[in-house]
């Protein structure tokens, strides 16, 4: 099961059972075409959307369905049980320092040092446990240092960023 939050919406849950699509625990009566890699097209009773994926950072989209631009994040099993073992990125991040959550690789840097950011803004993604996970900052501030760089590997607990 994963769950979807678009926008400020409350989070909707979608699960795969017996190759049936079933969205809030009611069954998906409808068609996905894929077009290509970033384009789809959805049926839905007499309704037709096209979806294209504008931007995607790890597990952060930007969805344009017909004119509309979405933002939408997708939590899948393992983040519903980190967050429910109290191991989210937010808890794990001391008030002037952002902490890796867990081992893994660094796929991407977002900021860089000097810049400004607001909370939940995007820091960097790390890979672990073949999935991208993306750090982000839990309070404002200015980068001061970066300790890491891209394909490097880090450790839990290792300190990624450091705000000002």
Known sequence: MIEVKVDDADKIKVENKKDEVFINDELFDGEILKINETSFKVFKGTKIFRVDVVERQGKEMKLKVNDQLLNVSVTDHIDQILDKLGMDVAAS???????????????????????????????????????????????????????????????KNQVLISFE
Not at 108 to 123: K, P, S
Not at 138 to 145: A, C, D, I, R
């Open 93 to 155: 991040t001391a008030v002037k320092d952002i902490k890796a959550p867990m081992p893994g690789s660094i796929l991407n840097i977002i900021v860089a040092e000097g810049d400004e950011v607001r909370q939940g803004d995007q820091l960097l993604v790390l890979e672990a446990m073949k999935m991208e996970n993306v750090i982000k900052s839990s309070g404002e501030g200015k980068v001061s240092k970066i300790y890491v760089a891209e394909k490097q590997n880090v450790e």
